[in-house]
């Protein structure tokens, strides 16, 4: 299949040794009701991808846990075989059980099982990409990432993964994982109305290493706050456009990765993300968090 050439909003950043643009998709919306089982429109969902890549998206997020399976054979059956310029990113450390809970699985077997099964479903030979997911759905969680950093180099070594990030973490464990192996991201809940990263984005970006938001848009619950509505409102535009073109604006290193199962909804946030934002609009959206 073919990328288009189209400039995103944002531009590209270099993802260690490959370079993305910033404006990426996350699929993890892509499966059924809260992440569980097919989608609801599965012709909706591999139009989606495609439409992603058509418009020249080659940053994909995803995971085997979503579905579990559906979201990377989703993938799989839309990009397979794969442009060279697309990377997908995916990750570890959680299972699925049948109630849909994200029970922890990171022992070195958990790992290296989890890091078969992604290249099985994705249908690749090495993966791109993978993010060491620690915390869980309350967020991130004090404890070592040590020698999951450990197991995930090996696995490296062994050619079967690209590059590594780390996600849902403390700063603290990426202080860790960073003294166990090179990460090129973090993957971390971030958006307008919830900024407890700000301090590591910053600190990030000195270093080269790039900050992934999940939930741009709130996740689950959309983002709702006076400012945004206002500054929304007073630019014609929606509040996930000012969302999107805050994230692009608050940090060069800030890699988006919004997530939706609809074309219409990805072709509105790429041209919302090119919004340009005022340092009064910025001012007033800073607050929102204050
Ligand atoms: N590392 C982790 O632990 C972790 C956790 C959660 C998520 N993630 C990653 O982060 C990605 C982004 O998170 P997310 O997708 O859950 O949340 P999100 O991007 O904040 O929001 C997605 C929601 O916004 C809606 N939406 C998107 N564009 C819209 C538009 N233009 N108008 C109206 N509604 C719109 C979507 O609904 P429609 O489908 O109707 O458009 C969907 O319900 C995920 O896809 C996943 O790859 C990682």
């Given at each position: 299949?073919?990328?288009?050439?189209?400039?995103?909003?944002?531009?590209?950043?270099n993802l260690g040794d490959r370079t993305?643009?910033?404006?990426?998709?996350?699929?993890?919306?892509?499966?059924?009701?809260w992440v569980m089982g097919p989608p609801a429109?599965?012709?909706?969902?591999?139009?989606?991808?495609?439409?992603?890549?058509?418009q020249g998206v080659t940053h994909i997020d995803t995971s085997d846990a979503y579905g579990p399976r559906v979201t990377n054979e989703l993938i799989r059956e839309a990009l397979h075989p794969y442009p060279g310029s697309v990377l997908i990113a995916t990750k570890v450390g959680a299972n699925r059980d049948a109630e849909?809970?994200?029970?922890?699985?990171?022992?070195?077997?958990?790992l290296r099982k989890q890091v078969h099964e992604n290249l099985e479903s994705l249908g690749a030979e090495r993966l791109?990409?993978?993010?060491?997911?620690m915390g869980d759905a309350n967020g991130p969680q004090p404890g070592s990432i040590a020698e999951a950093m450990e197991t995930l180099a090996g696995l490296q070594q062994e050619g079967l993964i690209g590059q590594l990030g780390v996600s849902n973490v403390t700063a603290e464990q990426v202080a860790e994982a960073r003294t166990v192996t090179s990460i090129v991201c973090v993957q971390n809940m971030y958006n307008l109305a919830n900024r407890w990263d700000?301090?590591?984005?910053?600190?990030?970006?000195?270093?080269?290493?790039a900050y992934v938001p999940f939930f741009p848009l709130g996740g689950f619950t959309p983002l709702q706050a006076d400012a945004l509505t206002a500054v929304a409102t007073r630019l014609e535009a929606t509040q996930m456009a000012v969302a999107l073109a805050w994230l692009l604006q608050r940090s060069e290193n800030i890699l988006l990765i919004p997530?939706?199962?609809?074309?219409?909804?990805?072709?509105?946030?790429?041209?919302?993300?090119?919004?340009s934002l005022t340092a009064q609009d910025v001012a007033e959206l800073d607050n929102i968090n204050s």
């Open positions: 299949m073919t990328t288009a050439s189209t400039t995103l909003p944002g531009g590209t950043w993305v643009t910033r404006f990426g998709y996350g699929a993890m919306q892509l499966a059924g009701p429109d599965r012709d909706g969902a591999i139009a989606v991808l495609r439409e992603a890549v058509a849909g809970g994200w029970p922890t699985a990171r022992t070195p077997e958990d791109d990409l993978v993010n060491m997911r700000d301090h590591l984005i910053d600190s990030l970006a000195a270093d080269n290493i997530g939706t199962s609809k074309v219409a909804h990805l072709r509105e946030n790429i041209t919302g993300a090119s919004l």
